[in-house]
């Protein structure tokens, strides 16, 4: 099943059955991942899927991207930490006030 499938890619199969208000900010997120990709889209958007996560769980968010990405998908995440965008060596296209200064 696609659902287990996606459980297990995120990391979230022994969560199956936790309800929301018992499970971590990370867990969350990778959750809010797992519903995006449960069918496959060819294109994800994600804005800012790390704002309130510490960095160890950003990189760990940062990462499902990165893997989904090498699976065929585009994948385009709006974010304000460069740093943490830079660490993926991906394409980075830096908006400020509304105009593209870099990418």
Do not use: C
Not at 13 to 35: C, K, V
Not at 67 to 91: I, Q, S
Not at 93 to 99: A, D, L, S
């Amino acid at each position: 099943r696609s659902v287990d499938r996606v459980l297990e890619w995120t990391g979230l199969t022994h969560r199956r059955d936790a309800l929301p208000e018992d499970i971590s900010g990370g867990e969350q997120q990778r959750t809010a991942i797992a519903r995006a990709i449960v069918n496959e889209p060819l294109i994800l958007l994600a804005d800012e899927p790390t704002g309130n996560l510490d960095p160890d769980l950003s990189i760990e968010i940062m990462s499902l991207f990165e893997r989904y990405n090498k699976r065929g998908a585009t994948v385009l995440v709006a974010t304000h930490d460069v740093d943490l965008a830079e660490m993926f060596n991906k394409r980075i296209i830096v908006i400020h006030q509304g105009k593209i200064i870099k990418g």
